[in-house]
Each structure stands twice: as C-alpha cells, then as structure tokens.
C-alpha cells in the first residue's frame, strides 16, 4: 500500500496513538513491530523483512474524548498486538479544520458519531478511501433521531413497546394530533394510559419524561444524562410537554433494572444491568465512583436481538437498551457505538473480534500471509475413548452447596388457635404443610409466642398446652441477631431462619424424641424451627474455586487462548455459543453457592447478590430441588424406625445385624459397623465426650481471657456452648435411651469446630469426631433407604421432578441437532463461533445432601447397567460403596457428545459420560479415601501428557476472590492475553500464583491413576487456609449411550410418578375426610409453554461478500409426558 506521495515527511500530520496513562505519542516502529502475545504469529519475521510494506493501517476518527477514552485505549493497545495490524488515530484538529483529502490514510475506518463530529466529512472520507467501515456512516444518520431507529427495529421484528409518534410544526405547535387528559394522552388516536413515557424525536436529546397516574400520587420524573450521582428527579409537573415532537410509549414495568447490551459484530455481545434511572434517580457507584453495573445472561431470544440489531443498523461496534417485562424483552434505545467500560475480559474480546474481522477481509489484498483461524478451534471437541473426536453438546451437574454452619432445629406440637389463624392465613391447608420464611411472617410467630409466654405468666394455670420451655427457645431464636446479619444478602432478609408448619390430624403419631408428653387427641401442628446453615466464607471459596475449575470441563480455546485455562468456556459463552442456565433450590447456602459458583465459572466481578438475583433460577416448581425432609415417606418413617430399633441394642453386633443394616454388603457401613462394634456403647462415649466438651468451654466462658473471643465465622463462645448443651440435653432422652435422629447433627457440629475452630484446642474433639463420624456414616446413608428397593422408593420420593428434568435436557439437546440439521447450510457453516446455532447446553441443579444421594441411589440401585456384564460400571459401583460421605460440593455430573462421523439415526450418534466426586476432603480422612479410575481415563489426553495444558491442575494458579473471606482486598490480577500490563480483573486467569497452589481441583489426572496429594495452603486469613481442597472428578462410566440412559430415566419417571400419585391419592383422602379443602392431584402439573419461533432468514453481513451465517433461533417448545405430573420448560 502506498502513502500519499504527493506529501514530504514534514506535510504529513502527526499521528497519535492512546497510551495507557492517557496521554498521547507519536506513532513509532514500535507499533509497527510484532508485540509477541496471544494475537501474533509465534515467532517474529527475520530482522530483514520489511514489516512496514504490508501493515493495514485501522484509523480511528472520532471526538478525542471518544478516541482517547480508557475503553478505546485498552483495546487499540490489545488491537496492536496483531502483528500486521498499526493503528492511527486522527487528530481532532485534523478532523475539524482539515479537508477530507487531508487525512490521514488508512485501509479500515472506526468512526462514528458524537457531539461535535462533523459526520458529513466522515461520509466524505469515506467515499474518497473507500476504507473497510466497521460500523457504516450513513446509517448513523438515522441512529440519531429515535423515530428511524423504532422504523428499523419495527421493520426488523424486533419487539418494541407499543408507541405512537407526535410530530410538531415548530411554527405552529399547536397543530397536532394530541388530546390530554388528566390519565392518559390520545396520540393520533392511540390511547396512552398513565404511566407512560414521552421522549424526544432526537436521540441526543436525553430528557426522557415519564408520567405516573394520579392513583400512584401524579407527577412525573424527569430523566437526563447523568450528572454526578443523579440521573432523574421528580417534578409535580403532571401535563406533557407543549412544544417540540416525541415519542409517546407505554411504560414497562421491569424489576428496576435496565439491560445495556454492547454487540462486536452480530455474533458476540456483552450485557450488563444496572439500576433504572427512572427508579430513584440515584446513580450507584462503587468506591471508585463508578456506576455500578451486574452480569447479565442473555437468553436465546435476547441474542437473537442483539445478531438482528447489529444487522439491521450495520453498527457492527453497537449498544442498546433492553427493558425485561412481563416475560419479554424489549429494545427502546438503539446507542450506535459503544464500548464496555472496566471490563478486562470484554476489551480482550474485543479487540480479538475486531482484529481477526480486519485480517480476515484484509489480508488476502495485501497478500498477507495470515492464516484464518480454523473455526474448529471454538468447538468444543474432544477424543473419546476409542479414539475418533466428539462433540461436547451438554453438561449436567448436580451439585450440593458449599461449607455452612452447623444447622439448628426444634420441633414442638402445636395445638393453640393463634397457630392454627397463621396457618389458615397463608394457605397451609392447601398442602398440609407451611414454610414461612419472610420477616413479616417469621415476627407473626413471634408476636403468637410472646403472647402466649406474657399469658403464661399472667395465669399460670392457663389452658395453654404449649411448653414454655419450647415457647421460650422459639422466641430466643426468632429474636437473635443472624451472625452474618441478613443484610449480608440483600433483600433475601430471615434466609438464615425459617419456620414450617405441617398439620397433623390425630396430632403426632407417638412422642417424639424431644416431647415425652402423653398423647392428645384431635389436630395439632407440628411447628419447625431451623435456624443456622449458612454458608460460610470458606464454603464461598469452595463454590468460586469449583467454578473456576469447572471451565476445564470444556475443550475449546486451543488458538489465541492456548496455555490458558478456562478460556475456551469464556470464548464459548460470550460468543453466544453457551447455552447456560443456573438453577437453585430455595435455601439460602444453596442459593449463594450457586451465585459463587457462577462467579468463578464466568469469571464475573463484585458481590454475589447481584449473581444471585440476574443468574440464579430459584426452582422451587414441583420439587424439583426443594424437599421437606420433615414430611417423610410411609417407607422412610419405617426406615427410621428400624435403624432406631437396630442402634439401641446394647450389644455387640453380630452377623444377624449386619445383614440387616448392610444387606448391600457397602464396604464404607461394613467398616462403621466394625468401629462402632456396640452401639450404645459408643453412643454413651459419644454423651460423654460432649459433656466434657460444653464443661471445657463453661470454664473458657468463666476465664477473662476469653471473655471477647472471636471464633470463626463471628460466632461467639456463648452460641457455641448454646449449640453443644442442646446435643447433650437432646442426645440422651428422659428415659435413658438415645435419640439417633440426633448423630447427623453431632457429627455436624464436630466437624465444624474440629474445622474452623481448632485453635481453641478442645480435649478429645478428634475421638469425638471419629466415634460420631463412624455412627454419622450409617445412619445418613442409611435415612435414605436401607435395601436397594427403599433406596429407589425414597429416592423416587425425592427426586422424580429432578430426574424428569434432567431427562428433558438431555433430549432437547437431541431435538436441537434434528432442528438445526434442516438448515441447508448447516453442514458448511455450522463449524464455528460464527454459527450461534451450534451451542453447548449447560445446566447446573445447586441442592442439598437429599437430593444428591437420592440421585446417586437412582444410578446406582435403578438398573442402569449389570455389575455382571460391564466391568467399567462394577469397578465404578465397587468405588461408590466405599465412599463413606457425600460432602460439601459434591458433584453428579452428565456430559453429552456427539459423534458427526455417525449415522444420524444411529444409535452411537450421541455419547453418554457419568462422572462423580465426592466433594471436599475431609479433616481427617485424606488417607483412607478411596481411589477411583481418574476422568475419562481410557480418553487419549491422559496419555499423551503429563499435564494437559486444559487440565485444572493449572487452575490453581487462578486467586479465589478473597473479598468473599475477610474484609474486602483489592486484587490487582494481570490478564494473561496482554502480558507486563497492568489488569484489574477476574475476568481473565490470573499469571502463576504459587501461594495458592493449594486448592488446586483436579479433574484430569496424569497417566497414574492416584492423584498426588495437595497441601494445604499457609495463607493465613480466615477461610482460605483452612478449606479442603475438592476431591477430584472420578469416571463412572463413559461409554453409554443416549438411547439407554433415555430408557433408563423413562422407566424411572414411569414407575415413581405411579407411585407418587398414589400418594397423593392418600394425602388428598385425608383432608377430604378431615373437612378440609383438598388437593387437586390433577393440577399438580404445571406446564410451561415456549413461544415456536421460526428461524429467520439468514443474512449476509453488509461488511462481508461472504456466505450468510446461520442463526441462533430458540428451541422448539418441549411437550411434556401426558402420563406424567411434572412438566417443564426447555428450559
């Protein structure tokens, strides 16, 4: 390419590049020089080959304020890198006071529109270069007046609100179409109801007018650009404006948030929420004055927009607003170019995404020998275990929640009317059974049992049946302060207490452990407290480390992000490709777990709470992470009942025993058994060792030295004394006997304080720990079912919705290569990140430890293969017996594949993998863990390396965010795309960190099959040091087929929906006999419609005479079983 050669060197303008501190430089050979990263060749060109000859020059030609932003200065630096690529950025003195002829040459132009930008000459320049135009000119005409941009997104199908325009002569305003009254407006004969929205036709002008109704108190507020901390204020002013025209649009009402997408090019897009100017006109900003914004996930139709818009305005750098109401997403603002501030991640997209557009169009007219990356390097595949290379089409984990604190129950009968009105109130008799969780419905409770306390003092004899003593703790915890303090969790205020109520008939069927009281005849409730559980700092770092681990779960990214771990998931889900969806159950530790997970995995920034609210799911329908563990099962209640017979024996147990407790021969309960030898013996050591416990810390309380001591997690000595007196006092009952129900929470507590509170060097913690560990490893397991056949009924019981699901997204995974395959072009374009149809399925199910052995009972006891026949899943079941316990952040996790190089039809197509781990290593038990097989260990990477560059070996290098552990720390992390320059995020992996080395996750193991062992980290601050660190992914199975695990999940589904609706059947009997209203087995359903979207036409990029693109239409809606009572979307 040749420059000007009618100019000397001294004519030619200088031309500037943004540097990092903000100020600029002439541009030098250093920006002309390959600057060695991820975006260049892997070595640089001899010394003597002219680079200059043949670099594409990118001209930025903007405002200054725009050209010299921090966004634009970061990804032109990140641009430079690409080693044929210079940018030049033209002076705005050039821009204003020169001729077009006059500017600066360049083969690609950004240019684009801001106040005070003489656009004409932009068109000029244009016409007289004829550059590469990123975003089109012309177009930006119409950007600038909102009524073109609603004509255009109109003209596209893309949903707006419902508008009207107003037009105004400015000579004679008064001539129009307009008929205000005191509620609405009449707008060319379209009625507007109050609150609605009145904008100026042009899109520079911000001063966006919304008008409330007089019902709400009238006025109206006044939106404008920011200033300051403020971005609206509230004026009485109620009568629109009389001068000027506007668009006149109904108001959407979303949860208080806008939605701000930036797309680069029409397959990528960013998006971010932050709170509605028109909320409060309060602008947010962290403590560096920045406007705070949250992580957003665009759904499929979302994406759709994002692809039409940056079509339709040909802007390929664009942003616009999305308003999520009532179920659908509305575009009311179309910005034209706009980059993401602060977001480290995004200008390395960014810049990748513009860099490989230029070449790709470029370099064949330069003759540049580029190389365009293979777009198979942004599919996810994979070796299988014969060899060939497969797809990665879905994952499925199902995943219990992190480190909590202990959790803390009581049960007491109720018989008082006062509990009876509240349970009435909101709606228990519909089900039977009541959970109240919301501040106002917990103080109700606590205003009833302060009154019957005041009455019990008032008259002693009172007719008042509940115990006082009862009454007395209820009131104490409903009045106690939560030690994280529910503003911890934003709204999610009384997360850490709940109380449920279930109504009994005959009221309680015999005494219970704690109420020794004789029987009374007609209804009760039984009224449960809990409080506790909640997630701890290290159980934040144990969820974050796991998610960050998780991106390794996902080949991909081999190109410009090799040697970085994770990044190919990060590329995969910016790109669209991603298909994500987090869901959670209605606990709270479960519900940050998740939050912190999707934190790590997506390498978000800032708070959980705004994760939680934009990405967590709460999938509290049908059941489908949610059990009532106090409503049990006719077979669980004599599960319980048996193992409660079996534990009082006082005596050593003999074969008889064993063949009742162990009938599936587990090794892990026959070792226990051999442990505990007597079980009233050991339970009485266990009594004994408590009681000297809450002795040893009655005198810590007594010394002065102890007096302000702070244990872990702010839990003081008095709530630790509180928690072990209430296992002593209920442990051992009034008649002598034990209460075994009681061992889980023994256990709970033991591990807590041997954990997080070992500093205080408590006697015999660690012979308390593994007497109760030993009891605690049968009796948990054996709640869920003792046989194989209560195993499966339990287990039914508990996660028949859940299993349904995850049925369904396994098939719709399926449906979606059978849709996609009808695209003609799908063979030739559906090979890359450019093809948004092709995406991989995640879905992840945060839970309890219910519903993770129940799932786990299902594969293992349901049938899926014969230990006989299949030596892979006897070695795997033989792994699973030894398990002793299924800890914090264990995992279930299903991977689907696909073979392309198979029939269709086949039934090799689609490739079933089952993977477990255990979760988070114990205290104590590092030593005697069982070993597993390794991750798909039979699969070519495991040996053909030592270490795979994807392996989450590598992860550990990767900080955990430490604000989630102590007071909040500024992590300076350093991008690992842009090396020797200063980073600031979470968003791209950190460079080597050996201090943190110690909470490494490893899902591929080297070529032996036992994992080394990892040490504990030193660091010193709370939670980090002391969590364990997560037992590696172990293979149960990897070559099952679709078909088999779909017939294997349909016969599950079959057999427990039959069963569970002839419980229901019983239940709904039982009200009705009881004159209360009953339950209407039928409308359990509860279907889930998807709109069917028809795919749209594919369009040709206008920057590009290439082939048309496909496009990432929704899924064909799901059409649940008729046989079945559950039903779900595909989502």
Same mark, same amino acid.
């Given at each position: 390419m040749s420059k000007s050669s009618g100019m000397s060197n001294s004519e030619l303008p200088r031309f500037l590049i943004g540097s990092e501190g903000g100020e600029s430089?002439? =541009?030098?050979?250093?920006?002309?020089? +390959?600057?060695?990263?991820?975006?260049? /060749? $892997?070595?640089?060109?001899? @010394?003597? %080959? &002219?680079?200059?000859?043949?670099?594409?020059?990118?001209?930025?030609?903007?405002?200054?304020?725009?050209?010299?932003?921090?966004?634009?200065?970061?990804?032109?630096?990140?641009?430079?890198?690409?080693?044929?690529?210079?940018?030049?950025?033209?002076?705005?003195?050039?821009?204003?006071?020169?001729?077009?002829?006059?500017?600066?040459?360049?083969?690609?132009?950004?240019?684009?529109?801001?106040?005070?930008?003489?656009?004409?000459?932009?068109?000029?320049?244009?016409?007289?270069?004829?550059?590469?135009?990123?975003?089109?000119?012309?177009?930006?005409?119409?950007?600038?007046?909102?009524?073109?941009?609603?004509?255009?997104?109109?003209?596209?199908?893309?949903? =707006?609100?419902?508008?009207?325009?107003? +037009?105004?002569?400015?000579?004679?305003? /008064? $001539?129009?179409?307009?008929? @205000?009254? %005191? &509620?609405?407006?009449?707008?060319?004969?379209?009625?507007?109801?109050?609150?609605?929205?009145?904008?100026?036709?042009?899109?520079?002008?911000?001063?966006?007018?919304?008008?409330?109704?007089?019902?709400?108190?009238?006025?109206?507020?006044?939106?404008?650009?920011?200033?300051?901390?403020?971005?609206?204020?509230?004026?009485?002013?109620?009568?629109?404006?009389?001068?000027?025209?506007?668009?006149?649009?109904?108001?959407?009402?979303?949860?208080?948030?806008?939605?701000?997408?930036?797309?680069?090019?029409?397959?990528?897009?960013?998006?971010?929420?932050?709170?509605?100017?028109?909320?409060?006109?309060?602008?947010?900003?962290?403590?560096?004055?920045?406007?705070?914004?949250?992580?957003?996930?665009?759904?499929?139709?979302?994406?759709?927009?994002?692809?039409?818009?940056?079509?339709?305005?040909?802007?390929?750098?664009?942003?616009?607003?999305?308003?999520?109401?009532?179920?659908?997403?509305?575009?009311?603002?179309?910005?034209?170019?706009?980059?993401?501030?602060?977001?480290?991640?995004?200008?390395?997209?960014?810049?990748?995404?513009?860099?490989?557009?230029?070449?790709?169009?470029?370099a064949p007219q330069f003759h540049i020998p580029w190389s365009i990356p293979m777009e198979a390097e942004d599919i996810p595949i994979v070796p299988t275990t014969s060899g060939t290379m497969m797809e990665l089409r879905c994952v499925i984990a199902v995943i219990r929640h992190g480190d909590r604190t202990p959790k803390q129950k009581m049960k007491m009968e109720v018989r008082n009317a006062l509990f009876f009105e509240l349970f009435e109130k909101y709606g228990g008799y519909k089900s039977g059974k009541?959970?109240?969780?919301?501040?106002?419905?917990?103080?109700?409770?606590?205003?009833?049992?302060?009154?019957?306390?005041?009455?019990?003092?008032?008259?002693?004899?009172?007719?008042?049946?509940?115990?006082?003593?009862?009454?007395?703790?209820?009131?104490?915890v409903l009045e106690m302060e939560s030690s994280l303090n529910d503003n911890q969790y934003g709204h999610f205020s009384g997360i850490n207490r709940k109380v449920q109520l279930t109504y009994l008939p005959n009221g309680q069927p015999k005494a219970s452990s704690e109420e020794e009281d004789t029987l009374k005849e007609g209804p009760s409730l039984l009224l449960v407290l809990k409080w506790g559980g909640e997630l701890t700092p290290a159980g934040r770092v144990q969820a974050e480390e796991l998610g960050r681990a998780f991106r390794c779960m996902y080949p991909g990214g081999q190109g410009d992000y090799a040697g970085f771990p994770g990044c190919g998931l990060l590329r995969l889900h910016s790109t669209y490709r991603h298909d994500l969806k987090i869901y959670a159950s209605d606990e709270g530790r479960v519900q940050m777990t998740a939050a912190a997970f999707a934190k790590g995995l997506l390498a978000l920034e800032g708070e959980l709470t705004p994760i939680l609210v934009q990405m967590v799911k709460s999938a509290n329908m049908n059941g489908l992470l949610d059990s009532d563990s106090d409503s049990l099962t006719d077979c669980q209640q004599r599960v319980k009942a048996r193992l409660h017979e079996i534990m009082q024996k006082s005596k050593d147990f003999n074969d008889d025993d064993y063949s009742k407790l162990a009938p599936t021969g587990s090794p892990s309960l026959v070792n226990s058994m051999g442990i505990i030898i007597n079980p009233v013996r050991t339970c009485d050591q266990v009594h004994t060792l408590i009681k000297s416990l809450t002795q040893q810390i009655c005198r810590r309380l007594e010394d002065p030295k102890s007096a302000d001591l702070q244990l872990y997690h702010s839990e003081s000595l008095e709530l630790m004394l509180q928690r072990w007196s209430k296992l002593e006092r209920d442990f051992r009952m009034k008649n002598g006997r034990y209460d075994i129900s009681k061992i889980p929470d023994i256990y709970d507590c033991v591990k807590y304080d041997t954990q997080h509170n070992s500093s205080l060097a408590l006697e015999d913690t660690l012979e308390l720990f593994h007497l109760s560990k030993a009891l605690a490893d049968i009796i948990i397991p054996q709640e869920y079912g003792i046989t194989k056949a209560e195993k499966l009924d339990i287990a039914s019981a508990y996660c028949l919705p859940l299993v349904k699901k995850i049925q369904l997204d396994l098939q719709r995974t399926h449906e979606d290569e059978a849709v996609n395959k009808l695209h003609p072009l799908w063979f030739r374009y559906s090979r890359g990140v450019m093809s948004p149809g092709r995406h991989v399925r995640t879905r992840l199910y945060f839970t309890s430890e219910s519903h993770v052995h129940s799932l786990l009972n299902i594969f293992r006891y349901g049938g899926l293969l014969n230990e006989q026949k299949d030596e892979q899943w006897k070695q795997a079941m033989d792994y699973l017996s030894a398990v002793t316990e299924l800890n914090y952040m264990t995992q279930i996790v299903i991977m689907l594949y696909e073979d392309n190089n198979k029939d269709p039809s086949s039934e090799e197509r689609f490739h079933v993998e089952l993977h477990f781990s255990p979760g988070v290593k114990g205290c104590k038990d590092e030593e005697n863990a069982p070993l597993g097989f390794g991750f798909r260990p039979a699969s070519s990477e495991n040996h053909e390396k030592q270490t795979d560059p994807g392996s989450l070996e590598d992860l550990s290098q990767d900080e955990p965010d430490r604000a989630a552990l102590t007071e909040p720390i500024n992590i300076q992390k350093k991008s690992p795309l842009i090396r020797n320059r200063k980073g600031g995020s979470m968003e791209a992996l950190s460079e080597s960190n050996p201090s943190s080395r110690g909470l490494a996750y490893r899902i591929f193991p080297s070529s032996s099959r036992q994992s080394p062992e990892i040490k504990p980290s030193s660091l010193g601050f709370e939670g980090y040091s002391l969590v364990p660190s997560i037992y590696p992914l172990e293979t149960l199975h990897n070559s099952l087929s679709l078909k088999q695990v779909d017939e294997f999940l349909t016969a599950l589904c079959k057999n427990g929906s039959e069963t569970q609706f002839k419980r229901l059947k019983t239940l709904s009997a039982m009200f009705e006999s009881h004159s209360q209203p009953s339950i209407d087995v039928d409308s359990m359903e509860t279907p889930v419609t998807t709109p069917v979207q028809s795919q749209p036409t594919a369009q040709s990029l206008w920057y590009t005479g290439g082939p048309p693109s496909t496009s990432s239409g929704p899924s064909s809606p799901s059409v649940a079983d008729p046989s079945s009572n559950f039903a779900f979307s595909s989502e």
């Open positions: 430089r002439e =541009l030098d050979d250093r920006d002309m020089r +390959n600057i060695s990263g991820p975006y260049g /060749e $892997e070595e640089e060109e001899e @010394e003597d %080959e &002219d680079q200059s000859e043949r670099q594409i020059v990118v001209g930025i030609c903007s405002m200054m304020k725009k050209s010299k932003s921090k966004p634009m200065t970061e990804i032109l630096e990140r641009l430079c890198k690409f080693e044929y690529i210079t940018v030049v950025i033209f002076p705005e003195e050039v821009i204003l006071g020169e001729p077009v002829e006059k500017w600066p040459l360049c083969d690609c132009l950004i240019s684009f529109h801001s106040k005070g930008f003489p656009l004409d000459k932009a068109v000029s320049y244009a016409k007289l270069r004829n550059p590469l135009l990123i975003n089109d000119l012309n177009m930006q005409y119409f950007i600038q007046d909102r009524r073109e941009v609603y004509r255009i997104l109109k003209e596209e199908g893309i949903d =707006l609100p419902r508008y009207a325009v107003l +037009n105004r002569d400015p000579d004679r305003p /008064e $001539e129009c179409n307009l008929v @205000e009254s %005191e &509620d609405h407006v009449e707008v060319n004969g379209e009625v507007f109801h109050k609150p609605f929205v009145e904008k100026p036709v042009s899109a520079e002008d911000h001063n966006v007018y919304i008008y409330y109704p007089t019902s709400a108190g009238g006025g109206s507020q006044r939106l404008f650009r920011k200033i300051g901390s403020r971005s609206s204020v509230y004026s009485p002013e109620s009568t629109v404006r009389k001068t000027g025209s506007y668009i006149y649009e109904e108001f959407m009402p979303t949860d208080g948030t806008d939605v701000k997408v930036y797309t680069v090019g029409p397959d990528y897009a960013h998006a971010e929420a932050r709170k509605s100017p028109a909320l409060d006109g309060k602008v947010e900003r962290d403590s560096e004055g920045k406007e705070i914004r949250y992580p957003v996930m665009l759904t499929a139709m979302e994406k759709l927009v994002a692809r039409k818009v940056c079509l339709a305005f040909k802007q390929t750098v664009c942003g616009f607003d999305l308003l999520r109401a009532n179920g659908h997403s509305f575009v009311c603002d179309v910005n034209g170019f706009s980059f993401v501030k602060n977001s480290m991640k995004y200008y390395d997209d960014c810049a990748k995404v513009l860099g490989n557009m230029v070449m790709r169009e470029l009541l959970k109240l969780k919301k501040p106002k419905q917990l103080q109700e409770v606590l205003d009833i049992a302060r009154q019957l306390l005041a009455e019990l003092v008032l008259h002693n004899d009172c007719e008042i049946e509940e115990k006082k003593s009862k009454l007395e703790q209820l009131k104490t």
